[in-house]
């Protein structure tokens, strides 16, 4: 008992002392644990408000989307998009690029047929050399073989170019299809030019008596090389890598496929909901205009995107493949001061082809007096491989392209010099403004052909601009 009580008058005592404390000293653990369970909730209250807000945000866009929405004014309609296309469904460019690489199996087909006939050239090319070194240096039968070797070559190229039309023709392919297959034509007629215009010189110089006849002949394998390696420059041998880096060339083939898709979206998105209505309805001269500005920036990204794909991804991507070590497939061409170097730097690959076998062997033929007529002749056979490319690729004639290429390109190139002051940021905006015009002129052209009704025989109706007829211009 006298415990018990010892104990009860120690808590007294310790109770008064602590009665006797200041007020801030009493309870200070119980006061911060309640101050972070105040922060705790504070912060879960202002998430659950943002939340409440941002859903309310999204229901209340979908609800505008939901509603029907009609264009400002008539003047509008080239760059008015609808409900549907712009809300409803979206579009990430797979539509797009489905159809456009339809019928690659015909493609295919076709691309094996022509290389099996540039391998047959190669093999006419032999026998000829081996007959024609049999045959008496001084005479008639030299003569006759040779004539007869032109024919035969002309009659080839001229099936060589008509038959591929035919199938495109005949079997309706789209676009990017027909693209595939007209440059893939003109890739072997080039490399096959090259071939025989390097060979067949040294056929025609070659003495039995003196030189070796087993240098006469080119190695098949070598031709093969040739034909799938990144060059269009025929050479005896190129500068080889040790071994194929798997890896690099699975990138840039992954580049390839990524550039595509995104081109095929910004089409989607950005291009055709701008001119898809054109033929529909009348367009005033303000709402031309603003499809045309409107449409410059995603045109100069598809032609960059096209560059990259096409002269960097693709290229690599076989350079690494057939370990060709030379990968200066362009320069720095976003860094030219003239047209002249902008045309230098561009695609140094198809530079040097028309360099070594076009532009030196007419500079040649007309003494060197006359290089402005070479460098004509130059873009001139450039223009129409473009044009020829692109109007069965549209299934249409629209020589804007060429006159792009063949007039104002030429006229800029021989007017602009090298180093002018704002010369590069020239370049640059009318490098812009052009693929802006020729972009919205093609694809004008292109629904105005499925929106407008034929008006003159079928056979001018290639070559007759649908557009200049079917949707006029109304004044405001």
Same mark, same amino acid.
């Given at each position: 008992?006298?415990?018990?009580?010892?104990?009860?008058?120690?808590? &007294?005592?310790?109770?008064?002392?602590?009665?006797?404390?200041?007020?801030?000293?009493?309870?200070?653990?119980?006061?911060?644990? &309640?101050?972070?369970?105040?922060?705790?909730?504070?912060?879960?209250?202002?998430?659950?408000?943002? &939340?409440?807000?941002?859903?309310?945000?999204?229901?209340?866009?979908? #609800?505008?989307?939901?509603?029907?929405?009609?264009?400002?004014?008539?003047?509008?309609?080239?760059?008015?998009?609808?409900?549907?296309? #712009?809300? *409803?469904?979206?579009?990430?460019?797979?539509?797009?690029?489905?159809?456009?690489?339809?019928?690659?199996?015909?493609?295919?087909?076709?691309?094996?047929?022509?290389?099996?006939?540039?391998?047959?050239?190669?093999?006419?090319?032999?026998?000829?050399?081996?007959?024609?070194?049999?045959?008496?240096?001084?005479?008639?039968?030299?003569?006759?073989?040779?004539?007869?070797?032109?024919i035969v070559l002309i009659a080839f190229k001229v099936g060589f170019l008509v038959l591929p039309v035919h199938v495109i023709q005949y079997n309706q392919l789209p676009p990017i299809s027909v693209m595939i297959l007209l440059c893939e034509q003109m890739r072997m007629i080039m490399k096959s030019y090259?071939?025989?215009?390097?060979?067949?010189?040294?056929?025609?110089?070659?003495?039995?008596?003196?030189?070796?006849?087993?240098?006469?002949?080119?190695?098949?394998?070598?031709?093969?090389?040739? $034909?799938?390696?990144?060059?269009?420059?025929?050479? &005896?041998?190129?500068?080889?890598?040790?071994?194929?880096?798997?890896?690099?060339?699975?990138?840039?083939?992954?580049?390839?496929?990524?550039?595509?898709?995104?081109?095929?979206?910004?089409?989607?998105?950005?291009?055709?909901?701008?001119?898809?209505?054109?033929?529909?309805?009348?367009?005033?001269?303000?709402?031309?205009?603003?499809?045309?500005?409107?449409? $410059?920036?995603?045109?100069?990204?598809?032609?960059?995107?096209?560059?990259?794909?096409?002269?960097?991804?693709? $290229? @690599?991507?076989?350079?690494?493949?057939?370990?060709?070590?030379?990968?200066?497939?362009?320069?720095?061409?976003?860094?030219?001061?003239?047209?002249?170097?902008?045309?230098?730097?561009?695609?140094?690959?198809?530079?040097?082809?028309?360099?070594?076998?076009?532009?030196?062997?007419? @500079?040649?033929?007309?003494?060197?007096? *006359?290089?402005?007529?070479?460098?004509?002749?130059?873009?001139?056979?450039?223009?129409?491989?473009?044009?020829?490319?692109?109007?069965?690729?549209?299934?249409?004639?629209?020589?804007?392209?060429?006159?792009?290429?063949?007039?104002?390109?030429?006229?800029?190139?021989?007017?602009?010099?090298? #180093?002018?002051?704002?010369? @590069?940021?020239?370049?640059?905006?009318?490098?812009?403004?052009?693929?802006?015009?020729?972009?919205?002129?093609?694809?004008?052209?292109?629904?105005? #052909?499925?929106?407008?009704?034929?008006?003159?025989?079928?056979?001018?109706?290639?070559?007759?601009?649908?557009?200049?007829?079917?949707?006029?211009?109304?004044?405001?």
């Open positions: 008992m006298e415990t018990e009580a010892s104990q009860t008058s120690v808590r &007294e005592v310790a109770g008064d002392r602590m009665s006797t404390l200041p007020e801030d000293k009493k309870k200070p653990v119980p006061d911060v644990l &309640e101050l972070k369970e105040r922060i705790q909730q504070l912060q879960t209250e202002a998430v659950e408000q943002l &939340e409440q807000k941002l859903q309310q945000l999204v229901e209340d866009a979908l #609800r505008v989307a939901e509603a029907p929405a009609t264009p400002p004014s008539p003047s509008h309609h080239l760059l008015y998009d609808d409900v549907k296309y #712009r809300n *409803r469904r979206l579009k990430l460019g797979f539509s797009t690029i489905f159809w456009n690489f339809g019928g690659l199996h015909i493609v295919m087909a076709t691309w094996t047929s022509m290389q099996l006939a540039v391998f047959a050239l190669f093999i006419a090319f032999c026998h000829w050399a081996s007959f024609r070194v049999s045959l008496p240096i001084s005479g008639f039968q030299r003569q006759l073989l040779d004539n007869s070797a032109l090259a071939f025989l215009r390097s060979q067949v010189p040294k056929v025609k110089m070659f003495k039995p008596h003196t030189d070796a006849t087993g240098v006469l002949l080119p190695d098949f394998n070598h031709f093969v090389y040739f $034909m799938f390696a990144p060059a269009l420059v025929y050479r &005896e041998s190129y500068p080889r890598t040790k071994q194929i880096r798997w890896k690099v060339a699975l990138w840039h083939l992954t580049e390839v496929f990524g550039v595509i898709f995104f081109i095929s979206f910004l089409f989607e998105c950005s291009l055709v909901p701008m001119f898809r209505n054109f033929g529909k309805q009348q367009l005033s001269p303000k709402a031309m205009v603003v499809a045309i500005f409107g449409s $410059m920036v995603p045109s100069l990204t598809v032609m960059l995107s096209v560059f990259y794909c096409i002269l960097h991804a693709w $290229m @690599n991507a076989f350079a690494e493949i057939t370990r060709f070590a030379d990968r200066m497939f362009y320069k720095d061409w976003w860094n030219a001061n003239s047209y002249r170097a902008y045309y230098r730097n561009w695609n140094v690959v198809v530079h040097d082809w028309l360099y070594t076998y076009v532009y030196k062997d007419l @500079n040649e033929l007309l003494g060197g007096k *006359r290089r402005t007529l070479a460098v004509l002749a130059v873009f001139s056979l450039s223009a129409i491989v473009h044009e020829y490319i692109v109007t069965f690729m549209f299934g249409f004639c629209y020589p804007m392209l060429f006159i792009a290429f063949d007039v104002f390109s030429v006229g800029l190139m021989l007017v602009s010099r090298d #180093r002018l002051p704002g010369s @590069n940021l020239l370049m640059w905006l009318l490098f812009t403004i052009g693929t802006g015009l020729l972009t919205s002129l093609y694809m004008m052209e292109w629904f105005a #052909r499925r929106h407008c009704p034929q008006f003159i025989d079928s056979t001018w109706d290639f070559f007759v601009p649908r557009s200049w007829f079917c949707s006029p211009l109304t004044s405001e």
